[in-house]
């Protein structure tokens, strides 16, 4: 009788937890809305940026949760194999003020790249004091994608001012870093082979934008932009050259205007290639200065090609990684 009860237990305990995880797997997108993740958390990943190792996509971005030290700054990381389902997998930096900024010092936009012949992780982030006047990017580094992240140094990239960085990686693996140079433009500037500087400036865009993202597609690269409005919201822009070096074309809209980009601004631009098909993620963040640990993601599948590229208005859909194919949920669009 003894065993009976045993086994009953038993079995009613692992009902239970399947019950939990089949309650908290998800196999939708939700654009704006509560994005919990593992331990039914809404993630915590803001400004941030993605990377890719093996099968695993890794989300780093800035931790803002309630009840954080204000003594430190926080930069979160998340696991993925599916680009829906996210595992927390802790806080990769907790740092105190590594130059001496004052109080309100500032860590934003972390961005990761894994350096293939290091095999270091080199994270990158806008360094700077409350005034924005230092105008650095900072460097740490890890041994592992969710190992703790080790200061190096900071310092101004190319000798120009940076404020919001970008990353990106082409389809040859090279790695380069987007900045912000007020009152220039943003710079697009090549890695050097350790990731531990900048080699090379590819182009000035001349456009007094910031929250820099690009993608390769179809022998175009497509860069975004956002306005100089701080934690509003306005109408992100694009533009497209044949190469990184330019010329870039005119800046248009990503969304209708009056939408001011349905209320984000752009942090990077995600390329799935599938055995079917590729799908473009335009990734975005919808900023609550006042409550910032309840700011959301918009994540959406763009509408690109031909030098065009689109938001679509935001719906919930799905992704398919390994077919590279996409589709709203409530089955309204057609598998792109």
Not at 278 to 303: C, G, H, N, V
Request: glycine share 8%.
């Amino acid at each position: 009788m003894q065993t009976f009860y045993k086994q009953k237990f038993l079995l009613l305990s692992f009902l239970i937890v399947a019950t939990t995880l089949s309650a908290q797997r998800q196999d939708v997108i939700r654009p704006g809305e509560v994005w919990p993740d593992n331990n039914g958390n809404h993630i915590q990943a803001h400004g941030g940026g993605i990377i890719k190792v093996g099968k695993t996509y890794y989300w780093y971005g800035e931790e803002r949760r309630k009840g954080l030290d204000t003594g430190f700054r926080y930069v979160s990381c998340y696991s993925s194999n599916d680009l829906t389902n996210w595992t927390f997998k802790g806080d990769v930096v907790k740092m105190t003020d590594p130059e001496n900024l004052g109080r309100r010092w500032v860590l934003e936009r972390p961005k990761v790249f894994h350096n293939k012949k290091t095999k270091k992780y080199v994270m990158y982030f806008h360094l700077d004091n409350s005034t924005y006047k230092f105008a650095r990017v900072g460097i740490a580094v890890s041994n592992k994608p969710d190992g703790q992240f080790t200061y190096v140094k900071s310092f101004r990239p190319l000798d120009y001012e940076s404020r919001d960085i970008g990353q990106f990686i082409d389809d040859d693996g090279t790695a380069y870093l987007v900045f912000e140079d007020r009152p220039f433009g943003f710079r697009i500037a090549k890695l050097s082979d350790d990731y531990m500087s900048l080699e090379k400036e590819m182009s000035l865009i001349k456009a007094h934008m910031e929250g820099g993202a690009i993608v390769h597609h179809q022998g175009l690269y497509y860069s975004i932009g956002s306005a100089l409005t701080g934690w509003k919201a306005n109408p992100n822009k694009y533009s497209t050259a044949p190469t990184l070096e330019g010329p870039w074309t005119e800046f248009k809209d990503i969304a209708p205007p009056e939408t001011n980009t349905y209320g984000s601004q752009s942090t990077m631009l995600i390329k799935v290639t599938g055995k079917k098909s590729t799908t473009i993620i335009f990734m975005a963040d919808i900023w609550k200065p006042a409550t910032q640990w309840d700011s959301r993601y918009i994540w959406m599948p763009l509408e690109i090609g031909n030098g065009k590229l689109w938001v679509p208005e935001p719906k919930p859909w799905s992704i398919n990684v390994k077919t590279g194919e996409w589709k709203y949920a409530e089955a309204v669009g057609a598998s792109r």
